[in-house]
Nanobody, 124 residues
Framework: QVQLVESGGGLVQAGGSLRLSCAAS????????MAWFRQAPEKEREFVAA????????NYKDSVKGRFTISRDNARNTVYLQMNSLKPEDTAVYYC?????????????????WGQGTQVTVSS
């Protein structure tokens, strides 16, 4: 089992940047595929990005490609989401998620473990 704690959210102007972090407990972090999801008010939670155990492969939601970068540091049990050129439509609570399977996935039901979320607000 793994516990996830997100940090790094905040208020930023459009065009700005934020870096989210997700710290995982335990010594088995490297065995988990990791992902970021987000949920805007009155909308369903949606996939943003995912990364394999080794970090060699990633997958992104089309609307964030070229602006967001997911990465991980297995020595620090941490996954990151670097967000650049932020837009008001990126405003949401961002969640970190983990799954035991080595295969990248984009659906919420594919992930077993979730953090509590961190708020990102982008002003126009």
């Amino acid at each position: 089992q793994v516990q996830l704690v997100e940090s790094g959210g905040g208020l930023v102007q459009a065009g700005g940047s934020l870096r989210l972090s997700c710290a995982a407990s335990g010594r088995t972090f490297i065995t988990y595929t990791m992902a970021w999801f987000r949920q805007a008010p009155e909308k369903e939670r949606e996939f943003v990005a995912a990364i394999t155990r080794s970090g060699d492969y990633t997958n992104y939601k089309d609307s964030v490609k070229g602006r967001f970068t997911i990465s991980r540091d297995n020595a620090r049990n941490t996954v990151y989401l670097q967000m650049n050129s932020l837009k008001p439509e990126d405003t949401a609570v961002y969640y970190c998620a983990a799954r035991s399977s080595p295969v990248l996935a984009t659906t919420t039901k594919s992930y077993n473990y979730w953090g509590q979320g961190t708020q990102v607000t982008v002003s126009s």
